[in-house]
Nanobody, 123 residues
Framework: VQLQACGGGLVQAGDSLKLACTASRLTTSTNLMGWFRQAPGTEREFVAGIRWRDGFRYYAESVKGRFTISRDSAENTVYLQVNSLKPEDTAVYYC?????????????????WGQGTQVTVSS
């Protein structure tokens, strides 16, 4: 499984972006697709996840109400709509895919990773 993320950019506070992540292929073992982000000098943190089978969504508390994760099963693509961006949202955003997992919030649960897309929010 190869993941290709895109959609990042340089925006102003309050702006919106739509990130996309397309998988080269998904197997029947792929259960979860997620987005993480990592700012310089910090650990990679969970942002949002979506169960591939039924579309159930998970969100980090810090982005609830501002970010929306969705999927297009036919295109093997997961999206992250990010609204009302804040300077503290500045980070490299990574998409990831998990097969079997216990904790959707930890990077170790994910087996495949995309290359990341930079989101920079100016104040």
């Amino acid at each position: 499984v190869q993941l290709q993320a895109c959609g990042g950019g340089l925006v102003q506070a309050g702006d919106s972006l739509k990130l996309a992540c397309t998988a080269s292929r998904l197997t029947t073992s792929t259960n979860l697709m997620g987005w993480f982000r990592q700012a310089p000098g910090t650990e990679r943190e969970f942002v949002a996840g979506i169960r591939w089978r039924d579309g159930f969504r998970y969100y980090a508390e810090s982005v609830k109400g501002r970010f929306t994760i969705s999927r297009d099963s036919a295109e093997n693509t997961v999206y992250l709509q990010v609204n009302s961006l804040k300077p503290e949202d500045t980070a490299v955003y990574y998409c990831a895919a998990a097969e079997h997992y216990h904790d959707h919030t930890i990077p170790a649960s994910y087996h495949y990773w995309g290359q990341g897309t930079q989101v920079t929010v100016s104040s």
